[in-house]
């Protein structure tokens, strides 16, 4: 099992940008992961997710506007958010598969075992 810590939730203009960190408690070297966010009343939907070789996915609604990256040293994930707009406010949380697990496509990285406990992300017009 692997703990993931989110960070960097704000509130934010629109247009704006902000930068969430997620922290794991293993190592993240050849680790599938990848955020996804719920807004209220919505379903999950997967944004970003980053394979085991460090190829990119991205959901259409954030594609040019989103940027997935990891440190495998500090065994951090980040997502970079440019240019929000208010339908990017939700609650977005850092997923991780177990070491050797299938890597999955951006729209189902909410299926990893492993989920932080979220971060706000606010945008207003």
């Known amino acids: 099992q692997v703990h993931l810590a989110e960070s960097g939730g704000d509130s934010v203009q629109a247009g704006g940008s902000l930068k969430l960190s997620c922290a794991a408690s293993k190592s993240t070297y050849k680790r599938c992961m990848g955020w996804f966010r719920q807004a209220p009343g919505k379903e999950r939907e997967g944004v970003a997710g980053?394979?085991?070789?460090?190829?990119?996915q991205y959901a259409v609604s954030v594609r040019g506007r989103f940027t997935i990256s990891k440190d495998n040293e500090k065994n951090t994930l980040y997502l970079h958010m440019n240019n929000l707009t208010p339908e990017d406010t939700a609650v977005y949380y850092c997923?991780?598969?177990?070491?050797?697990?299938?890597?999955?496509?951006?729209?189902?990285?909410?299926?990893?075992?492993?989920r932080g406990q979220g971060t706000q992300v606010t945008v207003s017009s």
């Open positions: 980053i394979d085991i070789y460090g190829n990119t």
């Open positions: 997923a991780a598969q177990n070491g050797g697990g299938l890597c999955f496509a951006a729209a189902g990285v909410y299926e990893y075992p492993n």
